[in-house]
């Protein structure tokens, strides 16, 4: 039964994910794409996470872990980049 | 009913829970009709929808190797620290570009 | 006391670490407790530089009791978002809300707006450069003034029992 719901799942996520995406490539403006580029790997975990429990593995914990990780320093360095016009002050 | 079904029943829920909450994040940011707006619905939604579906996945590997499995709550714990942050340095962002608001907001956002 | 003091600069900070070390590791073995135990006391001492005075939490029982009720809050919270993004957006009533802070500390006032941030439909926007106002951006408003005794009555009167107790 978990595997059928898991299924469904990953099929929610593709929908979520296709809205993003509408999204970063609509604009109209940047930070309306910083913000679907933030959304959308936080999606991407979440779709990571299924399909780690799809395969029924832990390995991709780390996986998870390193895209939220790397995820919420470009979103900080872009929207910094957009308000200073330099990054490392 | 066995037990662990019972613990199955559950994890199914949280996994449906979390991803419609992830679903309507994004619709949220496809839908409504300024940025300031769209702000709210990554910064809340889709935190709290990762968040239950980590939970389901904990629950899941925690039953199935009969020992606590708890590093997956370290992400919900890095995502509910971290949106926060960037909501804030977004909407910095927005206000610094002066982004069109709709009309009808009430209030005046402040010259960066 | 002082000894103590400069080797484990921050405890709060690297009792976290090392219960993160401990998540990472995904188990409890006298292994990651003493690589844990190392890094918690390095990790704290080397960016010791970077962080700001840390306020005296005198409250801890009040600051669990808060987080717990945070915690609700946001499960609350993304229901009524939840609803508020599916219904008609003609009927949403944005504002730009200023929130006059009565918190002093800056650690303190950081909690506060990653609180409103992550409850009912609201987002913390900007600080004013003298630390006394807090700019929020709400997504359906129907009464400021209700929305500020609101964040101050069941948000900001707590932290500032748990952090600023010291000072009353």
Wanted: overall charge positive; hydrophobic content about 50%.
């Amino acid at each position: 039964m978990l595997q059928t719901v898991i299924i469904f799942c990953l099929g929610i996520m593709s929908v979520a994910l296709i809205l993003t995406f509408v999204r970063l490539i609509k604009g109209p403006d940047l930070p309306d794409r910083i913000l679907a580029m933030d959304t959308l790997y936080i999606n991407g975990i979440a779709v990571i996470m299924l399909f780690g429990l799809y395969l029924d593995s832990n390995l991709f914990f780390e996986a998870a872990l390193l895209i939220a990780v790397m995820g919420f320093v470009s979103t900080v360095a872009i929207a910094k980049h957009l308000m200073r016009g330099n990054i490392i002050e | 009913m066995s037990e662990s079904s019972w613990v199955e029943w559950v994890i199914a829920a949280l996994l449906l829970i979390g991803s419609l909450f992830a679903l309507i994040g994004s619709i949220g940011l496809v839908k409504l009709p300024d940025f300031f707006m769209r702000l709210h619905g990554p910064t809340k939604a889709t935190t709290l929808g990762v968040g239950a579906l980590v939970v389901g996945s904990m629950l899941y590997f925690s039953q199935k190797s009969g020992e606590p499995s708890l590093h997956e709550l370290l992400i919900t714990l890095f995502l509910f620290l971290t949106a926060p942050v960037s909501a804030h340095m977004l909407a910095k962002a927005a206000m610094h570009e002066k982004l069109r608001r709709e009309p009808r907001t009430r209030g005046e956002p402040w010259d960066q | 006391m002082s000894l103590l003091k400069r080797v484990l600069p921050h405890p709060w900070l690297s009792l976290s670490m090392l219960i993160g070390w401990q998540l990472l590791m995904n188990q409890v073995s006298a292994g990651s407790l003493i690589m844990g135990a190392i890094l918690a006391c390095l990790i704290p001492w080397m960016t010791n530089v970077f962080w700001p005075n840390p306020p005296r939490a005198c409250r801890v029982d009040r600051l669990f009791l808060f987080v717990c009720r945070v915690l609700i809050d946001i499960v609350v919270a993304n229901l009524q978002v939840a609803k508020l993004i599916l219904g008609p957006r003609r009927e949403l009533r944005p504002a730009f809300v200023l929130f006059p802070l009565t918190l002093e500390h800056e650690f303190s006032i950081s909690v506060l707006a990653s609180t409103i941030s992550l409850t009912p439909g609201t987002v913390s926007a900007d600080i004013s450069a003298d630390r006394k106002t807090l700019l929020i951006h709400g997504l359906d408003v129907g009464d400021e003034q209700a929305l500020i005794e609101h964040i101050r009555r069941r948000y900001e009167q707590p932290l500032k029992e748990v952090f600023e107790c010291s000072k009353r």
